[in-house]
């Protein structure tokens, strides 16, 4: 059997995470967007180097590090420099990924956690979309009281994303996450015994 190209998505706070962790336990590669996004920006790296140019140094920490925040501050108020971000990363992301995939046994499942994949455009890339789902209220109450953030900073991040309409338009599957992380679960489990 052919590798199976699974593309994960849903808004922040939706549970992503939790359901690739899930399916990874159950066999899954996983390519994780946010995680290469971090490796492509690593002191040192290309990614820095390019993002310091466009932004300037005060998006770095004293150690040499990106400031995450700080630049999370420029972007998600301003939608231009946000394209200029992701004009950096994505193709750094890609590459990595595509080193990732070719490394993938032959008969994998590779699930790829993607959070902009409605944003960008990537159905296409994939065998499978799957969009974790919640109410937007579920969402930002999540936020709030798991990741501690402002209730108005959540709305802003939330809004700098795909709306779920947009999400739900391209789902080849949609996991629904309003319930427990017991109902969650079981809708994993019968996820990946399609697959």
């Known amino acids: 059997m052919p590798r199976v190209r699974v593309g ?39 990614g820095l180097a390019a993002i310091v140019e466009e932004f300037g140094e005060g998006v770095l920490r004293p150690d040499g590090a990106l400031d995450r925040e700080a630049l999370g501050a420029i972007v998600f108020a301003d939608a231009a420099k946000l394209k200029a971000l992701n004009a950096i990363t994505h193709p750094l992301i890609g590459a990595r990924g595509q080193e990732l995939l070719e490394a993938a046994p032959d008969d994998a499942v590779v699930v790829y956690d993607v959070p902009l994949l409605a944003e960008n455009g990537l159905k296409p890339l994939y065998d499978l979309v799957v969009v974790v789902d919640a109410p937007v209220e579920v969402q930002i109450e999540r936020l709030t009281s798991q990741r501690g953030m402002a209730e108005e900073a959540a709305r802003a991040r939330i809004a700098a994303q795909a709306t779920r309409e947009q999400r739900l338009a391209i789902a080849d599957r949609v996991i629904d996450n309003s319930g427990t992380l017991a109902e969650l679960h079981a809708r994993v489990d019968e996820l990946w015994a399609s697959l």
Do not use: C, F
Not at 17 to 36: K, M, Q
């Open 8 to 46: 994960l998505t849903g808004g922040i706070g939706m549970g992503k995470s939790e359901v690739s962790r899930r399916l990874v336990g159950h066999g899954a590669v996983l390519i994780d967007s946010d995680a290469l996004a971090r490796e492509v920006v690593e002191p040192g790296t290309p």
